[in-house]
T-cell receptor, first 114, second 113 residues
Framework: SAVISQKPSRDICQRGTSLTIQCQVD?????MFWYRQQPGQSLTLIAT?????????ESGFVIDKFPISRPNLTFSTLTVSNMSPEDSSIYLC???????????FGQGTRLTVV | GDSVTQMEGPVTLSEEAFLTINCTYT??????LFWYVQYPGEGLQLLLK?????DKGSNKGFEATYRKETTSFHLEKGSVQVSDSAVYFC????????????FGQGTRLTINP
């Protein structure tokens, strides 16, 4: 299994500002995933973060808006830049367990942009 | 691309009722299929999974069978409890190892005593 700590758990931010979300895993993992869950909707993958290389972004998501860092095998950050109310969502990080049979998720960061 | 479709919610049942949440998928090849549950105020947890056709995943009284012929993975429970109230997500994953999950839209389930 994997235990994921995400910070902050929630925040209310002014439009035009940026928020950095941290994800700490209790074991070394090659890939970390960042998802967005918009209100009342499902989870959508934003990007995949590999240690030592640039993140791979899904269609509709760009690095300028959602820059990601992956400085080591247990940590990653996602920044939501120049926020607007449409960015109000829950952001979750996820990793794959040993053997690749199960994904583990952090508690999520509930972001409200006003 | 790959996609997952779940039955529309919300679903409200009485305690001890029979539960079915439908899930169908569109995918190439042979994906692995999952049900995740999100209890109020918590993150997602794996409920059950199946990795090949005709596999049955089960956990906490919930079951789902991987039906390739109907591309379905319906979630069932014979007698629900108030504590089963949560949002349930069907998801698929292609390949082995660390790969992204493709989620359905989620179904909010409320069980009344």
């Amino acid at each position: 299994s994997a235990v994921i700590s995400q910070k902050p758990s929630r925040d209310i931010c002014q439009r035009g500002t940026s928020l950095t979300i941290q994800c700490q895993v209790d074991s070394q993992v090659t890939m970390m995933f960042w998802y967005r869950q918009q209100p009342g909707q499902s989870l959508t993958l934003i990007a995949t973060a590999n240690q030592g290389s640039e993140a791979t972004y899904e269609s509709g998501f760009v690095i300028d808006k959602f820059p990601i860092s992956r400085p080591n095998l247990t940590f990653s950050t996602l920044t939501v830049s120049n926020m607007s109310p449409e960015d109000s969502s829950i952001y979750l990080c996820s990793v794959e367990g040993t053997g690749g049979s199960e994904a583990f998720f952090g508690q999520g960061t509930r972001l409200t942009v006003v | 691309g790959d996609s997952v479709t779940q039955m529309e919610g919300p679903v409200t049942l009485s305690e001890e009722a029979f539960l079915t949440i439908n899930c169908t998928y569109t995918a190439t090849g042979y994906p692995s299929l999952f049900w995740y549950v999100q209890y109020p105020g918590e993150g997602l947890q794996l409920l059950l999974k199946a990795t090949k056709a005709d596999d049955k995943g089960s956990n906490k009284g919930f079951e789902a069978t991987y039906r390739k012929e109907t591309t379905s993975f319906h979630l069932e429970k014979g007698s629900v409890q108030v504590s089963d109230s949560a949002v349930y997500f069907c998801a698929l994953k292609q390949g082995q190892g660390a790969q992204k999950l493709v989620f359905g839209q989620g179904t909010r389930l409320t069980i009344n005593p």
